[in-house]
């Protein structure tokens, strides 16, 4: 286990750099970890999504409120693992690269609620010059030039939707549950095309 020390960065990549791949970069944002993802092609790297920076702390932030990030070593491949604290309720975060033939990245989040939550999940705002699309079966893609990224719940109780007119896509959880102490997940892959 690496800690991540605040201001500092740790990154995670999928596919080949040299001709289409992924990075998931984290990044210091305001009081607390956030993460930006870019698309690596013949050596350079162009920005897709940026996590979006709450202004102020919220009990019911934008993305997991990650104080503590550390890189780890899970069934050999690199993960970054996350835990945070807003309001009254702790989060936590593990991204990491996919097995086998996929080249992507799978993010898992969780909230331990100590009362309903307002609101949960990730938002990204996607950079000037990419082009975002909706599809019923494919979920949420951007394009690049020719390239093409796909953002896709990884289960049943995760959504994903996107707003043209502020750039923000969002990732939630389909329901924030009926009670007050409880954990509420969202998980979602974002894959090469």
């Not at 791949?21 to 944002?29: D, E, H, I, P, S």
Request: hydrophobic share 35%.
């Amino acid at each position: 286990m690496t800690l991540i020390e605040p201001n500092t960065s740790a990154e995670l990549t999928a596919g080949d750099p040299n001709t289409l791949g992924l990075a998931l970069r984290l990044v210091w944002q305001e009081d607390r970890f956030g993460h930006v993802i870019e698309l690596l092609r013949g050596g350079e790297r162009t920005p897709l999504l940026q996590t979006v920076a709450d202004p102020q702390q919220l009990p019911w932030p934008a993305n997991p409120p990650l104080q503590q990030a550390s890189l780890e070593t899970i069934d050999g491949r690199l993960a970054i693992l996350g835990v945070g604290l807003a309001g009254t309720s702790h989060w936590s975060i593990s991204m990491e690269t996919l097995a086998g033939d996929s080249e992507g990245l799978r993010i898992d989040c969780a909230c331990r609620c100590t009362s309903l939550p307002e609101s949960l999940g990730s938002s990204y705002r996607w950079a000037d010059g990419v082009d975002c699309q909706t599809d019923a079966f494919a979920g949420i893609l951007f394009r690049v030039d020719e390239a093409c990224v796909q953002i896709a719940p990884d289960d049943q109780q995760t959504v994903a939707s996107c707003s043209g007119d502020d750039r923000i896509c969002e990732i939630r959880p389909e329901s924030l549950g009926e009670g007050n102490a409880q954990t509420v997940r969202w998980c979602y892959q974002i894959l090469l095309m």
